[in-house]
């Protein structure tokens, strides 16, 4: 549930109202660290990787018990 809830959120920063912005920051901040297109797509490429593998990381861990820690719990519905 958490999960789903953080990718609607950066869904809604990425493509809502004054998303831009975050566009244009993510723009800049890739062509001052990367001048080139071919290093460019292999920033792109690795990020993109590494976000798979944390996502896949996630889904194969999904049997273990939740930490609310510092909460006692989860958060009431």
């Not at 290093?39 to 194969?60: E, N, P, W």
Request: proline share 8%.
């Amino acid at each position: 549930m958490l999960c789903l809830a953080m990718a609607v959120a950066a869904a809604f920063a990425w493509f809502g109202p004054m998303s831009w912005t975050t566009r244009y920051g993510a723009r800049t901040a890739i062509s001052k660290v990367t001048p080139g297109w071919v290093s460019r797509a292999i920033v792109i490429a690795l990020t993109f990787s590494v976000a798979v593998a944390a996502v896949t990381r996630a889904v194969l861990d999904a049997g273990g018990a939740i930490d609310w820690w510092p909460f006692t719990g989860p958060p009431p519905f």
